[in-house]
């Protein structure tokens, strides 16, 4: 196996007196599809925000390709991390949100534009072509000069999958991607994500209320429970065969069809 | 009383060309606030709480006091201040005093602005690892600004009408004008009139053109910022 992409260690995280994670050890290989289930406010969105330099740990530390996301060495002493460690790790994240957060002022294809042309410095003709390529791999080919208002909460989902692949990163989380879409719309958004799990090389986190959606796509399915993974593995054992009370009691809430 | 339009006629070249001065001096003032205005809101942003609170009293103290008490503070006091003062011709009192000033107003329309723009827009920038600067030029401002517009509009002509104070340290524009002609010739109503006249009509079309924008800015932005 190899070395793994992303490591928690025995991370923790509080929002004033409120514990929302209670030690998370959680290894992520490269190219691994995991998928993160649990009742709402179990911690799983805190899981990936703290990836994603949204939010800083309390305690315990994440490293991301060997190096330590949220402390570096200065003078022997590992000291907090200021931006431009952040800056240097982050490129390796790249993150699709449960409101889509697209840039109201912008086209979709600026949108897809903006980022590699301003942080990764490429030329703006390579960025375009790339950009109307992805846009059409999610669909929106003939959408491209469109402001977000004028697109569906779905084909701006798929917008906002196309921006962050932009930039190539080596891991991406998946907010709950799904949950502000409307029933008939949360398909084609997951077909995307499917496409995307099956080119392979890019390991994801996925937080989801999609079950059957984690039974088929996840390589690894992990249940949070009041701050702490309660229970992991395959995910025919987790939530087909669940061992544990609590997951059981969550899962009966949905219902999976294998 | 006895109205003459002679008098009346004679003034208006002569208040024109004051005219200018109250058009410069205002333009100057109001870019001068434009600026530094942002000036307090990143004082606003500075993660020391300390700063962050001396720089609030200030602007909160700038804002409570009346602008002709710091007009005459940067003109008539500060000069006398040993070390630090510097006596200033009055032009540049006048765009320092009444700039400071507005640009507290000025801060608080662009904080508005800011705050308007959802936190999701931050996020997603961070996402996307632009920098610190990349985020306020290319996401944040763009979205905050517009908005304020007819905001901002309003406090062009509300400066516009207060440049006058201007005259009190010797600014000859249209009130300087009109005053001195008045006391020369002991006829003050109608170079006054003149002033007043000249100012209607520069500041009505003034308040149509930004009723005007506003409506343009408030269409244009239901339709971009229905939830994206």
């Known amino acids: 196996m190899d070395e793994p992409i992303v490591k928690y260690k025995d991370v923790h995280k509080s929002f004033g007196d409120i514990e929302v994670l209670k030690g998370i050890d959680l290894d992520i290989q490269p190219a691994e599809k995991v998928a993160l289930i649990g009742p ?84 703006k003709k390579e960025v375009k072509a790339t950009s109307v390529e992805m846009l059409e791999k999610v669909g929106l080919g003939d959408k491209i000069d469109l ?40 398909g084609e958004v997951l077909e995307v994500i499917r496409d995307l799990a ?13 079950m059957d959606f984690a039974l088929d796509i996840a390589d690894r399915v992990v249940f949070l429970n009041d701050g702490v993974i309660e229970e992991e593995g395959h995910p025919e054992d987790i939530l087909v065969n669940p061992k544990s009370e609590r997951l059981q009691d969550f899962l009966s809430r949905f219902t999976v069809n294998r | 009383m006895n109205w003459s339009w002679t008098v009346f006629f004679e003034t208006i070249p002569l208040i024109s060309k004051g005219l200018w001065i109250t058009v410069g001096l205002t333009l100057a003032c109001y870019l001068f606030a434009a600026i530094f205005g942002f000036f307090w809101v990143f004082m606003s942003r500075i ?26 503070f940067i003109f008539y006091a500060w000069p006398v201040i040993p070390v630090v003062g510097v006596s200033l011709n009055p032009f540049v009192a006048a765009i320092l005093g009444l700039g400071i000033h507005f640009s507290t107003y000025m801060s608080e329309v662009y904080r508005s602005g800011i705050e308007s723009v959802d936190k999701g827009q931050w996020e997603a920038s961070t996402a996307l690892n632009l920098s610190t600067r990349q985020k306020w030029t290319k996401i944040i401002l763009p ?23 201007a005259s009190t340290i010797g600014v000859v524009a249209m009130l300087h004008i009109a005053n001195d002609y008045g006391s020369q010739y002991y006829k003050f109503v109608e170079p006054l009139t003149v002033v007043a006249l000249f100012f ?17 800015y408030n269409r244009k932005f239901d339709k971009k910022a229905m939830t994206s």
């Open chain 1, 40 to 123: 709402s406010g179990s911690g799983k969105t805190t899981i990936i925000r703290m990836l994603m330099t949204l939010e800083e740990p309390t305690m315990g530390v994440i490293d991301v390709g060997g190096r330590n996301l949220w402390q570096m060495e200065k003078k022997g002493e590992w000291v907090r991390a200021d931006d431009s460690h952040l800056h240097s790790i982050r490129g390796d994240i790249g993150m699709v949100f449960q409101h889509f957060n697209l840039f109201p002022h912008m086209t979709i294809l600026e949108n897809c534009m903006l980022a590699p042309v301003l942080v990764k410095n490429e030329s």
């Open chain 1, 147 to 186: 402001y977000p208002a004028q697109l569906s909460g779905g084909q701006k989902q798929r917008v906002a999958m196309a921006r962050a692949l932009m930039m190539r990163p080596k891991v991406m989380l998946f907010d709950e991607v799904t949950s502000a879409l409307d029933p008939e719309l949360v």
């Open chain 1, 198 to 210: 099956k080119e392979g090389e890019m390991a994801m986190i996925l937080v989801t209320h999609e």
């Open chain 2, 47 to 72: 993660p020391s709480k300390i700063v962050r609170s001396i720089f609030g009293w200030i602007a909160e103290f700038i804002r409570s006091t009346p602008p002709l008490v710091q007009l005459f």
């Open chain 2, 143 to 165: 979205q905050a600004i517009p908005p304020t517009i007819p905001m901002l509009g309003n406090y062009l002509i509300i400066m516009f009408k207060e440049v006058p104070l």
């Open chain 2, 200 to 216: 209607l009509l520069l500041s009505y079309p003034s308040a149509i053109l930004i009723s005007k924008l506003e409506k343009k």
